[in-house]
């Protein structure tokens, strides 16, 4: 029998980086072309089967707004989470910039840090890159997080991200199936 878990996750990155198109593709295999800014949060959730670890994971994705006028208003939705996805676009380096203040705003309204997966999103527009896979690994390593470049669009690698993810919060688990209730 596999072994079961329920986790919270949150989605993070400035405005406009494809956090509710990746939590889309991931969760309905479907990309919408109109941009459509999050309010406040939004939430999605996916039963994930792993196969190689013999694992069936519950995930509620929290999509959060990137704005900075909603500081305020995100606070309470990090309670819970387990892990999260870092996202920014590569044709836009100011969000690469401003993953580390995303990673403290985590850490400081979790209580603690969790695992992250740094996720260079907008792959597909590569002739527009402004931030190198070099410098987004190197971030990565140096906070000891995990790394996937990904198209929402494409929906390249947009699955590896969330797999990783859980594989690095079973792994923090201790392997304890059952996680209590989101």
Known sequence: MSAEYRFKIVMLGDGAVGKTAMTTRFTQDYFDADYKRTIGADFAVKRLEIPDIDALVTLQCWDLAGQPRFEFVRQGFYRGARGGLLLYDVTRRRTFLNIDNWKDETFT??????????????????????????????????????????????????????VKLCKRMIKEAKGTPREPAF
Do not use: C, M, Q, W
């Not at 002739?127 to 190198?132: F, K, L």
């Open 109 to 162: 309204n979790v209580g603690k840090e969790i695992p992250l997966v740094v996720v260079a999103n907008k792959v597909d527009l590569e002739e527009s890159r402004a931030v190198s896979t070099k410098e987004g690994k190197a971030y990565a390593k140096e906070h000891e997080f995990l790394y996937v470049e990904s198209s929402a669009l494409t929906g390249e690698n947009v699955e590896e991200a969330y």
